[in-house]
């Protein structure tokens, strides 16, 4: 099970960075999407050039 603190901490630091280095007109998106049990959280980073794109996925295992 992931400590819910530290996979905040991660995506902070992530999007954080996304957002100092992507260039002016460059998109940052974010998606989470939860079921029972996973938390995923994507994050797709896209240039000026539609066609390069970097996407992060992240998964973890919550218990509620």
Excluded: C, W
Excluded at 14 to 37: R, S
């Amino acid at each position: 099970m992931a400590d819910p603190e530290r996979i905040q901490q991660v995506i902070l630091n992530i999007l954080d960075n996304a957002i100092k280095y992507t260039p002016e007109k460059g998109h940052i998106t974010m998606e989470v999407i939860q079921n029972k049990n996973e938390i995923l959280t994507t994050i797709q980073i896209r240039r000026r050039n539609p066609r390069r794109r970097y996407t992060l996925y992240i998964r973890s295992t919550v218990s509620f």
